[in-house]
């Protein structure tokens, strides 16, 4: 195998390191660890860059130390403290070992953050910049670091105690005129975010004013690191996944990682476990359902009729309540709607639901007539209007009482609302049946 | 109000273009429209481009044409051509006669691309160089050109036919030799998208490349426009929503892009729309529950104890079935998953499915003892077996279903899956019951 992998090594040079990654993926293990050690550090730190965390750690682990601290050394600040995060105290010990002493500081620095803050998301590799240089000196220095900074086009612009004063663009640099003051010409109003805020907050921040790079300020005001825009990204698109599977009941907390890198290669018992505790519950949801119909036993043998119409109606109630909880989820994720607004969409949800329970009754009634007569029309047109009210409201609710409560609106899933709005189904209809149907 | 609108004007320009397009946004049409039209035309159309597509329309047709080609022309060229797109044809003609020739084609050649296209969200404000010049010289290009350019932060070289031969960064520009040649400093293997590729596609590339700008390519490999990242950010954005959106059965073709560009302040009606036509549709699902439930109405009433595991299994086959289509649906958007990998993940879902069967057979076999003695603790263990399967598998399958069917998988959503689920839930649990209990 070795005349092969001599012979692929520069294919992979050549390639953009994104698709150089996704070759390597494909590979076994010791096929292309010697593929990404026969190339130059930094090539291989940005090929490491684009592989699936799991590849990253299996990699790293068959390294020997000194191969993987040269790596660690040219990889950018926020990729090498996301893989000195998933490594096991051991290896990890081991690379420290090999480190420099500031390489080691900064990553410890990096991985103090906890998961889910913009913190643990950003990199150091900025660049900054004192008030006092020229714009010719300012680019001067831009040029001298550029190899090491995720990027020099937004440049900060701090004092001596590394707080931040301003920001300035390499495009406003090379249209100044050479000898302005950097301090002159940044912009003061420098849109930030803190360091412990949750990182999808930065990400929508960043995106909102259209940023290439967002700065990080810790509680003082210092410069800690940025979020650049492909970070951003791929923040958004791993919090939309996070939604996505709370919403379709897939969803286990801190085993969603497995899930989040890798929807087609996570394990069978990964994907067992994150769906057993869904279904599970909500079976227990669906006893109440059970225990609501035992209850009307008699009602339920003396009207059989009844019956036909029952998966029918628990069903609106909960395909409506999942279109509003939907609604309210994804608002609450885009921001274009805030906890505060729950008053102002009930009155909304109202008409809605209102319009809604209308037509569908109006739709029920002509089967419930031709099936079972006048008076079972009557019953099931009251119970689909009452069903589909309880469970839009339900379904817009939830969200905002989790959201209370401390917990992820989405959590307020497609399968829980219609688990509740079942349950409630089987009430409001068989109660309804009871009296109308007794009188 | 003249006086209110001279003292906010200068607040509104010293404020980032977004916070101001938030607070104009919440003023009447009357108030902001002055307020809009006092600052240069370059400021207010970085404002425009932050306010939604309903606001932008209001405001552009309250405006004196003269007004709103002045800011029109100061308007970056895809936030221009949306403008236009959205303007009816006796405002788009008022406008077009009111500017200068060169914008008009400009406009015209960008809303030809049909919407959901690259083309639909490209910009033609790209920096582009020829190779023949020295990298002083293209510095000096970009700083000239830079006012009017979305980014010069990446430059397309171009031959005389505007075919693109490669791209070259600034960074990589100021770090050259001042006499270095663009066509040698160039990167040849440029990624582009064609422009008549679907949007969410470029931005899917845009991200899995880390660009700062993607180059939209026509048929014969010609430069005609630039996805910025900002813009490729909004579209995964809003792609996001319309999966989610479908996913929750709130849904119905182009009439969505109401409730994309805002979820909260969407119409009652437009609402009502949207819903009604999926709880319409989702009843007819729920008449055959109902008929497979009259087929077997001898059988419940000789053994009602049935009807209590009645909403509890088929819940179950729906939410098995809505944790499927959840996954396959968001692994066929991220692309970790494509239309060619159903086979294996159908291997995968037998095992998954049969895992989570027998788990849930056993809690509710227990039930089933206590509620209705062994004969029907084996039919719901058994019901529950195959119901978790079978829903399972259509939510596996649907997506990729729809998907062959040229539709979006994204419609096989939580609803319709429950509705399909539903209906052989009901079926395959009396089937099961009426063959053992008739033993």
Do not use: C
């Not at 301090?183 to 004013?209: C, H, K």
């Not at 286990?252 to 279904?279: P, Q, T």
């Amino acid at each position: 195998m070795t005349a092969a992998a001599g012979d692929a090594a520069p294919a992979l040079e050549r390639q953009h390191p994104a698709d150089a990654a996704e070759r390597l993926a494909e590979l076994p293990l010791e096929e292309a660890r010697p593929l990404l050690a026969a190339l130059p550090p930094r090539q291989q730190a940005q090929i490491f860059g684009y592989l699936e965390p799991g590849d990253q750690v299996a990699l790293a682990e068959a390294m020997p130390r000194a191969e993987l601290a040269a790596l660690v050394s040219a990889m950018s600040s926020d990729e090498r403290a996301d893989l000195v995060r998933r490594l096991d105290a051991e290896d990890r010990a081991a690379l420290f070992r090999a480190l420099a002493h500031a390489e080691r500081e900064d990553i410890r620095r990096l991985i103090a953050y906890p998961e889910g803050t913009a913190g643990s998301v950003m990199s150091s590799d900025y660049a900054s910049l004192p008030p006092e240089l020229s714009v010719r000196e300012a680019i001067e220095v831009l040029r001298r670091i550029a190899p090491d900074r995720e990027t020099i086009y937004d440049a900060y612009v701090t004092d001596a105690d590394r707080r931040l004063l301003g920001v300035v663009s390499l495009r406003d640099l090379i249209l100044a005129q050479p000898g302005t003051r950097v301090g002159e010409l940044m912009v003061r109003d420098v849109i930030t975010a803190s360091a412990d805020d949750p990182r999808e907050e930065a990400a929508r921040t960043l995106a909102d004013y259209d940023l290439l790079a967002l700065p990080i300020v810790d509680g003082s005001g210092r410069l800690v690191g940025i979020l650049t825009a492909d970070d951003a990204m791929d923040v958004a698109e791993e919090e939309a996944t996070r939604d996505i599977l709370k919403g379709g009941a897939v969803s286990g907390g801190s085993a969603d990682e497995g899930l989040i890198a890798g929807l087609k290669s996570a394990s069978v018992f990964l994907i067992y476990r994150l769906r057993i505790f869904w279904l599970v519950g909500l079976v227990f949801g669906n006893i109440f359902s059970g225990l609501g119909i035992a209850r009307y036993e008699e009602l339920i043998e003396a009207n059989i009729a009844l019956v036909f119409f029952l998966p029918l109606l628990i069903a609106s109630g909960g395909n409506a309540g999942a279109q509003s909880a939907t609604l309210v989820v994804r608002g609450l994720a885009t921001g274009d709607v805030e906890m505060g607004d729950w008053m102002l969409l009930t009155a909304r949800e109202v008409a809605i639901a209102g319009l809604l329970g209308v037509s569908m009754a109006v739709a029920v009634a002509a089967i419930g007539l031709a099936r079972g007569g006048p008076e079972i029309a009557l019953v099931v047109a009251l119970a689909m209007m009452a069903i589909v009210l309880v469970g839009s409201l339900i379904g817009l609710l939830l969200p905002f009482l989790l959201g209370r409560l401390g917990m992820d609106p989405a959590t307020a899933s497609g399968p829980l609302v219609t688990s509740l709005a079942d349950v409630m189904g089987v009430l409001i209809y068989l109660g309804i049946a009871s009296r109308i149907l007794a009188l």
